[in-house]
């Protein structure tokens, strides 16, 4: 079976959907972080994608992968310290319980 | 390689060294030195600032590491403003900084502001999307580790994370967008991306401008996109909220103008005249209407900051030399307007740790000082005519007209309704201060610290002279003027 574009960039759409519902829907940060880093890692296939099948003759998708890959990776490093911070300030990491300023 | 290159990124270089001297001073000097790391980050900075404006605003045209960065005496001049913006928080951070809270880690403190303000030079120089994303995340990122910075506060806490998380779905939502792009036109470049979609623009680059615009708009706490703002300006310390609010919104602003018209400009009726303009309503109508409502003085000014950058907008939507004029010169004064009212909480909060509007009753009768700064503060962000708010209001709406068609004076029509509706709440914290005293003054009398006091003259100063003074918006316009939009 020949593989075209739309077999990885539907995986990818799907990816970035469940990211999206998952972002809203979930009440664990650390699960809220897992969604992110679909969300961040569905935009890494899409480059990847878009720059094999599209314009192989260059390589600038894939450099801009890489680079995301070392920015989510940062991203998540502060977003666990930070949970861990409020983890030893409410002993919980549920989003209802860091819900002090409303409005 | 050729090295000389480096000599385009003038400013950069330069405050990379600032960061640089900041970094040794902190971790190799003796303890007792310690003491003037404050004194020591803003005397550098200062002097960096002064030698920007005597030097980089004579170049030309420059572009390094092919085209990805560029750099003209316009961009230099909207990094000086921000440069400024940026001195007057250092100087209005020290007593917050020096606390015994904080002074175990005042130095960090220093170093995070640096490096988010040079990832914002980054965004603003960029002529690449990757670099742009780059700078993008190296703003925001350390910016989450700053409304952190009240480690024994439960509120930094929550304001951190919910920032933290809604940033990086921003960016996520944001890259998106950009391999959309990349898609369309195969490369990051904004000029190949002009040039690659010049012809009738299809329903994928609909979808990429409207994740895009919805990535931006998170960073500038658009409407839609705004929930974030004022739970994390309530929560972060009150300097990094200054920060927040003035740097990195302004930043942000130039940021999208750069990259609309550049990458984008020639689609600009078909596409994303009409987001910008939706936006903009929402931005201004719902941003004032819940600023009424607020009682805490902190997310009374978020929700005043989010309806100014509606304002802010106007600019970018004018697509003209005068808009962009205009758009710097808002943010000037807004960077003196802003900062003069959170100097004003910030000093009233380290005092007495006061931040409601019912705690200003009568504060003229203890602190008379300190309610003509927040006085003054408040007029120029209303628009009041003697003072420098006013005058930028009327240039951003100048501009705006001048792009010429009846949309556009529908939506000035309605910023300018929206101008009055402001009034009220600005007049209220006034009134607070001047008229209400029925339960008694609750802020006793006190002598606010040298550092605080300096910042206040300075943003005083600076929301009176701008008012009066017209040469800094002509020069602008001529800058503008000289060297196009970018």
């Not at chain 2, 390689?1 to 190799?28: H, R």
């Not at chain 2, 409502?293 to 929700?303: H, V």
């Amino acid at each position: 079976m020949e593989k075209t574009m739309l077999c990885y960039l539907i995986p990818s759409l799907i990816m970035f959907c469940c990211g999206v519902y998952g972002f809203i829907t979930r009440k664990n940060m650390i699960a809220i972080l897992i969604s992110l880093e679909l969300m961040l890692n569905s935009v890494d296939i899409n480059f990847v994608v878009f720059n094999r099948f599209l314009f192989p003759g260059s390589m600038e998708g894939m450099f801009f992968t890489l680079f995301a890959i070392a920015i989510a990776a940062a991203e998540t490093a502060l977003a666990i310290a930070i949970i861990i911070n409020v983890f030893r300030s409410v002993k919980n990491v549920d989003v209802e319980e860091v819900s002090k300023m409303k409005f | 390689m050729d090295y000389s290159q480096f000599l385009a990124m003038k400013q950069e270089i330069g405050l990379l060294i600032v960061f640089l001297l900041v970094f040794l001073y902190d971790t190799f000097m003796p303890k007792k030195a310690l003491n003037g790391t404050s004194v020591f980050t803003c005397v550098v900075f200062a002097i960096y600032t002064a030698l920007c404006f005597c030097c980089c605003m004579t170049d030309t045209w420059a572009t390094t590491f092919s085209g990805m960065y560029a750099t003209s005496p316009a961009i230099a001049a909207i990094k000086n403003i921000l440069n400024v913006g940026a001195l007057i928080v250092l100087i209005q951070s020290c007593k917050w900084a020096n606390s015994d809270e904080q002074v175990v880690r005042r130095g960090e403190f220093y170093e995070l502001l640096l490096a988010t303000l040079f990832g914002m030079y980054l965004m603003i120089s960029a002529r690449h999307f990757l670099l742009f994303v780059i700078g993008l995340e190296s703003a925001s990122l350390p910016l989450a580790a700053m409304v952190a910075f009240n480690k024994n506060r439960y509120e930094s806490h929550e304001a951190s994370i919910k920032y933290l998380l809604t940033a990086v779905f921003s960016s996520a939502v944001f890259m998106m967008g950009l391999s959309f792009v990349y898609a369309l036109a195969g490369s990051l470049y904004y000029t190949d991306i002009y040039c690659a979609i010049s012809t009738q623009p299809s329903a994928m680059l609909v979808l990429a401008l409207a994740f895009v615009l919805a990535g931006m708009g998170f960073k500038l706490s658009l409407v839609p996109f705004h929930l974030w703002t004022a739970d994390v300006y309530q929560g972060a310390p009150t300097v990094v909220t200054s920060y927040l609010s003035v740097i990195s919104k302004g930043s942000a602003a130039f940021a999208l103008l750069v990259m609309m018209v550049q990458a984008f400009g020639l689609v600009y009726s078909q596409v994303w005249e009409w987001m910008l303009y939706a936006l903009i309503i929402l931005t201004i109508t719902v941003g004032n209407l819940f600023a009424m409502r607020q009682r805490n003085m902190k997310r009374f000014l978020a929700f005043s900051s989010v309806s100014q950058a509606g304002y802010i907008m106007l600019g970018i939507i004018a697509m003209n030399a005068t808009g962009m004029a205009s758009l710097m010169y808002y943010i000037l004064v807004y960077v003196f307007s802003n900062l003069a009212a959170f100097g004003v909480i910030s000093a009233i909060e380290n005092n007495c740790g006061k931040v409601d509007m019912d705690d200003y009753n009568g504060l003229y009768r203890t602190n008379p000082r300190l309610s003509v700064a927040m006085m003054l503060a408040m007029f120029s962000l209303a628009g009041i005519p003697p003072f420098a708010g006013f005058f930028s209001k009327f240039f951003i709406f100048t501009g705006a007209i001048q792009q010429g068609s009846t949309a556009i004076y529908v939506l000035v029509l309605i910023a300018l309704i929206n101008t009055i509706i402001s009034l009220y709440y600005y007049l209220l914290v006034v009134k607070a201060m001047f008229i209400n005293t029925e339960n008694g003054c609750v802020i006793a009398p006190f002598k606010s610290a040298c550092s605080e006091r300096l910042g206040l003259w300075i943003s005083v100063a600076g929301i009176l002279l701008l008012g009066i003074v017209s040469c800094f918006y002509n020069s602008l316009l001529e800058l503008c003027q000289t060297y196009g939009i970018f």
